[in-house]
């Protein structure tokens, strides 16, 4: 998948400087937007704390807008009560370059499959089955989801819903856990 | 878009709004008073992804109109969602002990079924929106609403196919249900417009009618009885009588209550900034 951080200039190495003496515009515009993402890869999912929303794909862009950086956010979830405390983390942690605005992404779903490969990694870790790719058709075809603690597929769904929006439960046969997943949307 | 169009989207996005927020609301009543511990956390969380929805359409209502993003101020008859999601089917909390006056489980599922896949046509057919905004904006709640809609359809199969108490109660609820579910399909005012201007291009009456075409297979392999029957090539010849009125503002009880409740807070202080 393609990362929109990646698309990023590469860091040229120094500070352009134009023949004035003061920083060309737009070198400090890209210095500002690397800096930002710097710092949005230390920003905890406040629900995930192990995940940062760049591990969850949920900054989308970092962009100029006028004197200020606009930070393109996707929501996991619509109803994610945690949105409105991520906006103000990122106008918080991100004053230190300037003004800031959080912009809430609306034309584009955001999708598990925007969850970065580090990113599934860090739940597994944190023991949560990362979701399968893709858009499923049925719930039921969770079932047999491996377990994150003992890999076993001898699982089943106990429920689509848990704790949070975002998780589905499960139940694991092999090594008799419930465990919690990502679900897919 | 003509003046004419954009009053009647932004009518059409309210109603979905105030649908979606009354439903959301109630849902989470059932908060520690389902039947069980998992559905508890599920009514909660799909209470929770329908009040995210409602948050959603005010939103696009603000982009379209302009007007104020906040839903609270208003009056009870100024909101228009169908009747059918204000009514309380979760039991009321009783200082003496008898939490489950009033409760209506069977009820409770048999409304967020029709209504899920109520919702999830009309969710289809505002996908071919010709606002584009709009048309964006749905794929995400229709990716949430899934879930929904199986949740709601494995509980449909499990009381109509389970023992004859849950069957029995399944059937008295649906009957009960049918006038309300119904008035879903009440037509909005300006809907030619939103129709011929492809802004929300499936009017409600095709609406309907995809839904029972819809409900018709899951409810024939159950022998449910459907408020109607297939009329000429496609149509639908619908026996009951819609309990209209909500679109337009004319409510029940029960909501009266409810918006009492929801909006207590901010009456308190309406100038008070959260």
């Not at chain 1, 046969?173 to 949307?185: G, L, N, S, T």
């Not at chain 2, 999830?120 to 010709?130: K, V």
């Not at chain 2, 584009?132 to 709640?141: G, H, M, S, Y």
């Amino acid at each position: 998948m393609e990362r929109d951080d990646e698309r990023l200039p590469a860091r040229s190495g120094g500070r352009v400087v134009s023949a004035g003496g003061r920083p060309d515009p737009p070198a400090a515009r890209a210095d500002n937007e690397r800096a930002a993402w710097v710092i949005l890869r230390e920003i905890a999912d406040p629900e995930l704390p192990t995940l940062s929303l760049v591990d969850l794909g949920m900054i989308r862009r970092v962009r100029p807008d006028g004197d200020a950086l606009c930070v393109e956010l996707m929501p996991t979830f619509l109803g994610c009560p945690a949105l409105a405390m991520m906006e103000s983390m990122i106008e918080q942690r991100l004053a230190v370059l300037g003004r800031v605005r959080v912009e809430i992404v609306r034309d584009e779903a955001w999708t598990t499959d925007r969850i970065t490969p580090e990113g599934r990694d860090k739940l597994h870790a944190a023991g949560f089955a990362p979701p399968p790719r893709g858009e499923i058709a049925d719930v039921a075809s969770l079932a047999g989801t491996p377990c994150p603690y003992c890999n076993s597929t001898d699982t089943t769904l106990h429920s689509a819903f848990g704790p949070t929006p975002c998780r589905a439960v499960h139940y694991c046969r092999a090594c008799r856990q419930p465990f919690e997943q990502f679900k897919p949307v | 878009m003509t003046p004419a169009a954009r009053n009647a989207l932004a009518r059409a996005l309210l109603a979905i709004a105030d649908d979606e927020l009354v439903l959301g609301y109630r849902n989470t009543e059932w908060t520690g008073a389902a039947p069980v511990l998992e559905e508890d956390v599920a009514f909660s969380s799909i209470g929770q992804d329908e009040v995210g929805h409602a948050r959603l359409f005010y939103a696009l209502l603000h982009d379209l109109t302009g007007a104020p993003a906040d839903y609270r101020a208003r009056r009870p008859d100024e909101y228009c969602h169908a009747c059918f999601v204000e009514t309380r089917t979760a039991p009321r909390y009783s200082p003496e002990g008898d939490h489950r006056g009033g409760s209506d489980w069977a009820y409770a599922i048999v409304r967020q079924y029709l209504y899920d896949l109520f919702d999830a046509e009309r969710l289809s057919a505002l996908r071919d929106s010709s606002w584009d905004a709009l048309a964006e904006a749905v794929d995400k709640v229709q990716r949430e609403e899934k879930y929904h809609l199986q949740h709601g359809r494995m509980w449909l199969d499990r009381l109509a196919g389970g023992g004859p108490a849950g069957r029995e109660r399944l059937e008295a609820e649906l009957e009960r249900a049918w006038p309300h579910a119904l008035a879903l399909f009440e037509p909005l005012d300006g809907e030619e417009v939103l129709v011929a201007e492809r802004l929300s291009p499936v009017g409600a009456r095709e609406l309907r009618d995809r839904w029972l075409e819809r409900l018709w297979p899951v409810f024939s392999a159950h022998h449910l009885a459907l408020p109607g029957a297939r009329g000429g090539p496609g149509g639908w010849n619908v026996t009951v009588a819609a309990a209209e009125g909500g679109r337009n503002g004319r409510h029940t009880p029960d909501w009266e209550d409810l918006w009492n409740e929801m909006t207590s807070v901010y009456r308190l202080d309406p100038a008070a900034v959260w």
